[in-house]
T-cell receptor, first 112, second 115 residues
Framework: GEDVEQSLFLSVREGDSSVINCTYT??????LYWYKQEPGAGLQLLTY?????DMKQDQRLTVLLNKKDKHLSLRIADTQTGDSAIYFCAEKGTDSWGKFQFGAGTQVVVTP | NAGVTQTPKFRVLKTGQSMTLLCAQDMNHEYMYWYRQDPGMGLRLIHYSVGEGTTAKGEVPDGYNVSRLKKQNFLLGLESAAPSQTSVYFC??????????????FGQGTRLTVV
């Protein structure tokens, strides 16, 4: 079955770049997503990438996709304290009735 | 501009009690989902619905039932709560195009504790 894996924790200094990694197993994935969850809140879409793309940039966010290795990463440039949150990688296949397969989430802590 | 609203936000139940969680969306979305979030396990799909009057089982459906009598509402029921159902529950909805660049809109979550 499908499986999405992420590291559970990342500590980064304010102003540095953060890189969060994700691997997935479903080769039929069409879209891959990054969601952000702040404390006590629901998940909010940060960005997504279509499976035929290698890279997508959106302001401070850069998504890299290596489809051969089924590896997805999210880079946050100039990390701020407001970026402290849990980041979820998610994938959606072609026949999944809109169902998302989520990773366990990476807790990002930004230190001054 | 409510989006997806969940009620209640917090609840403590005794083992064996029943309750219903309500999810309401005002975006006219066809697809709605119930997830549970547990530490280190991410979000796991409980049940979902692809339209009014339809429901289907997700990854972890045991101990839960759902109903979608109205398009805007998706109810999650626990008939006899167990401590293993202590979790944070999230409802989500998407527009009626599951094969596109679909964004899922999430509610704020319901924190349920079963003692």
């Amino acid at each position: 079955g499908e499986d999405v894996e992420q590291s559970l924790f990342l500590s980064v200094r304010e102003g540095d770049s953060s890189v969060i990694n994700c691997t997935y197993t479903d080769s039929s994935s069409t879209y891959l997503y990054w969601y952000k969850q702040e404390p006590g809140a629901g998940l909010q879409l940060l960005t997504y990438i279509f499976s035929n793309m290698d890279m997508k940039q959106d302001q401070r966010l850069t998504v890299l996709l290596n489809k051969k290795d089924k590896h997805l990463s999210l880079r946050i440039a100039d990390t701020q304290t407001g970026d402290s949150a849990i980041y979820f990688c998610a994938e959606k296949g072609t026949d999944s009735w809109g169902k998302f397969q989520f990773g366990a989430g990476t807790q990002v802590v930004v230190t001054p | 501009n409510a989006g997806v609203t969940q009620t209640p936000k917090f609840r403590v139940l005794k083992t064996g009690q029943s309750m219903t969680l309500l999810c309401a969306q005002d975006m006219n979305h066809e697809y709605m989902y119930w997830y549970r979030q547990d530490p280190g396990m991410g979000l796991r799909l409980i049940h979902y619905s692809v339209g009014e009057g339809t429901t289907a089982k997700g990854e972890v459906p045991d101990g839960y039932n759902v109903s979608r009598l109205k398009k805007q509402n998706f109810l999650l029921g626990l008939e006899s709560a167990a401590p293993s159902q202590t979790s944070v529950y999230f409802c989500a909805s998407i527009r009626d195009a599951p094969y596109g660049d679909t964004e899922a809109f999430f509610g704020q979550g319901t924190r349920l504790t079963v003692v």
